[in-house]
Structure formats: C-alpha cells, structure tokens
C-alpha cells in the first residue's frame, strides 16, 4: 500500500481559511500581502501551509503583479470545497474533517461527537481499519468515497432501521445522477450492479432511553477504486464505478449528491414523518432481492426461501417452502 503522510483538515484551520480566501478572490488571484493581512500571519508562514496544500494537489502559479493565482483544485472532499457544493440552507456537509488517512472515519465520528454538529462530515481518501458490518473489515484504499455522517436532531429509537435504508436510497439516486449508472439494492441496503457490491453502509447509534442521542452513518462506495487492490476474496464480489464506466467520477460532486439528497429523507425520520414508507415504493423498484429464492443469514441462524415482501419499515417476509412467511428485521442475504 503507498504510504501517504497523514494530514487532515477542518473547519477554523488555517488551510482552510487559505483556500476560501482564493476561492473568493477575482481569477482566484491573491498577492502575498493580502493573504497575509487577511489571515494576520507572515507571508513565510502561509507560503509554508501552500506547498502543504500542493503536496495535497492543489496548484498555485507565480502571476506578475498579482501575487499567486489558484490554478487548480485536487477532487478532494475538503470542507470548504464541500461547503461551497451545498444549497445556503442545507445543514449537511458544511462542517467537514477531513483526513488524508485514518483507521475509520466511523470511529473518528462517534469519538469526536461532541464536536461534532449535525449534518457534518468525518471523511478520508484512505482507511485502514474501515469498519463492515457485523465487525467485518471494509477495505478502502484510494480512490473511494469513504465518509461518515452525524446526526444530532432527536429521531425516535423505533425508526433508527429506516436510515440504512433511506441512505441506500439516497445514494442510489445520487450515483445515477452524477453517473448515469443504475444500481440496485440488496436488502437491507447493499448497492449493487450486476451482483458486485459498489457500496455499503454501516450506522452506528447511540440511544437514550426511547430516542437516538446521535448516530454516525457510515458509507463506503467504491466510486474509483482500483478493484486490483482490493483483497482477493472482496475482488470476486465487488465493483467500482470507475469499473463500470471506464472513467473516473468526481467524489466531491457524489459526496454532495448524497448529502443533498439524504438530508430531507433524514429529517423525514420525526415520530409521525413518512421516513421510509416516503421511498418504499422507490427501494422496491430497485430491489435485487424482492422476488428471488435468497438464502438469509439472521441472527437466528440461515434461512432460505423466497423474498416475497418488504413492508414499509424495511422488513424482509421470507416464504419458506411451507408457505409460511418469516419477518426477518435484521440480517444478511448471503446467495439470491
Ligand atoms: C458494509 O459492511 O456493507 C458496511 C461498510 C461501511 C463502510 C463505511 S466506509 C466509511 C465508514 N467508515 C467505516 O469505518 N465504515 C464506514
């Protein structure tokens, strides 16, 4: 695996500040005087956090006169390029940590909640120890679009299900519109095309009596991974879109997809909101599973039959050979 010298960035540091200055700036040009009366910092030290910011991907040109001119800027997910993709008066997205590399933006998220406000982000261009379900590894080289999601507003313990399955929605329509490619969903909330798994999605909930604290919606999507990378056995089964299409994808225009459309479907999610029973009609159309005979891992043990319904809550009714349906509220399809 390359190595990658570990940076990260957040809303306030003064990178950030560095960028937005020349995002604002007429051409994107700034003399060394300006930025460092703007940031109150000498001209030495800002050219210092510069080169930082093109070792990252960003390039700067001398310009005569002017000072320096911004010429290009990296698909990075940094927090003022992801800020800047979101509508004034959306809450997702305008508070982003982003790292170069991290065990798991998910552990990240539920350690730092506290700094964390609603709608913001954790996300890194590498994982080490990304985190699966059931405890399995998810592995994330460069490439993806590994990212985490906060959520603080109050969301009633008996709808925390529904966010896995809004989010495999969500992200769904986000990958159609940034890439035209059609994925379908494999219950509860696997994305997939031509049976490999593109994206998977891991919420991590913190409750308080009836209600949910705060929850951490991990999501993992192979958008431009190198599947070679991937381990062997994940290879056998797992796509990218950079795979399907032949060409990259920006993973900021999908990141900003995705927060645009899961905040209504989240704040969907009140005691009486519609929450998934709004798009249930919409995860069904694109369902994988509904119809086929399935073999289903639950926590009380294999079950295969056919997968005849889900219901507006995200239940999966298995018919066994008997004729007799199964709720199945929680689990893994294994073969459809
Ligand atoms: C799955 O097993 O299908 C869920 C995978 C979820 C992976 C994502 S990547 C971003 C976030 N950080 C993690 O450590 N896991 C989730």
């Known amino acids: 695996m390359a190595e990658t010298k570990m940076e990260q960035m957040q809303p306030g540091d003064i990178r950030c500040k560095i960028i937005e200055q020349f995002l604002q700036a007429p051409d994107r040009c700034l003399t060394g005087a300006a930025l460092s009366q703007a940031l109150g910092m000498t001209r030495a030290a800002i050219w210092k956090h510069i080169h930082v910011l093109e070792e990252i991907g960003f390039a700067f040109s001398a310009a005569p006169r002017v000072g320096y001119q911004l010429t290009s800027v990296p698909d990075l997910c940094l927090p003022p390029l992801v800020s800047a993709t979101q509508a004034p008066d959306a809450r997702f997205g305008r508070w982003v940590h982003w790292f170069s590399v991290v065990d798991s933006t998910n552990r990240v998220a539920m350690h730092e909640i506290s700094e964390i406000p609603h709608g913001g982000i954790v996300t890194a261009v590498r994982q080490e120890g990304g985190r699966g379900r059931r405890g399995r590894p998810w592995a994330s080289p460069d490439g993806g679009l590994w990212m985490s999601l906060v959520l603080k507003e109050p969301l009633p313990l008996t709808r925390a299900a529904e966010l896995t399955l809004l989010t495999s929605v969500a992200v769904r329509r986000a990958i159609a519109a940034v890439t035209g490619v059609e994925t379908s969903i494999k219950w509860p909330n696997d994305l997939m095309y031509n049976g490999r798994k593109l994206c998977g999605i891991l919420a991590e909930i913190r409750a308080d009596g009836e209600n949910v604290q705060h929850a951490v919606v991990g999501i993992g999507l192979n958008a431009n991974v190198d599947t070679t990378l991937l381990p062997d056995e994940i290879q056998a089964i797992a796509t990218s879109l950079q795979t399907i299409t032949g060409s990259p994808c920006s993973l900021r225009a999908l990141m900003s997809a995705i927060l645009t459309e899961l905040e209504p479907l989240t704040s969907s999610l009140t005691e009486n909101g519609a929450g998934f029973r709004g ?58």
């Open 279 to 336: 798009v249930a009609e919409e995860w069904r159309e694109h369902s994988s599973t509904l119809g086929h005979i399935v073999t289903v891992q639950t926590p009380a043990g294999k079950l295969t039959g056919l997968a005849d319904h889900a219901d507006d809550q995200g239940v999966l009714y298995i018919k066994d050979e008997s004729g007799k349906l199964h709720a199945i509220h929680s689990g893994d399809v294994l073969f459809a």
